[in-house]
């Protein structure tokens, strides 16, 4: 037998990730809705670490220059929180100054770690 196709003939689809997970759909990007009062500026060489919380942003570099003029990486910290139909929320964490926080960086990494 040969194995050749007809003309016009489409190959056999092999099934995809999405529907060896059991998934009704192949995986598709979708714009999602802020419905919280809080943004982030657009960033790049942050991390975004999953928690049980939601996903904890920290850190990356936004644009922002210090007084001498040279790019400042940031280090503030907002929990990314997925909501239902396409909706999502930051809220922003303050964190106490007298703490031994981690001071501004980029490109780093970052793991959550349960106690």
């Known amino acids: 037998g040969s194995s050749r196709r007809p003309a016009g003939q489409l190959p056999r ?7 060896r997970a059991g998934m009704p759909q192949p995986f598709a990007w979708t714009k ?3 419905s919280g009062n809080v943004t982030v500026s ?3 060489g942050h991390t975004l ?5 939601g996903f904890i942003l920290f850190g990356g570099m ?3 220059r210090n007084d001498q003029g040279n790019p400042s990486p940031n280090s ?4 990314f929180q997925p909501g239902s ?6 809220k922003q964490v303050d964190i106490d100054p ?5 001071p501004a960086r980029t490109l780093h990494t970052a793991v959550s770690v349960s106690p």
């Open 13 to 19: 689809r092999w099934p995809g990730a999405a529907e």
């Open 32 to 34: 999602l809705a802020n």
């Open 42 to 44: 657009p960033r790049a």
């Open 49 to 53: 670490t999953s928690t049980g919380v």
């Open 62 to 64: 936004d644009g922002r």
């Open 76 to 79: 503030d910290v907002y929990i």
């Open 85 to 90: 139909k396409g909706t999502f929320e930051w």
């Open 98 to 102: 007298g703490s031994q926080t981690p």
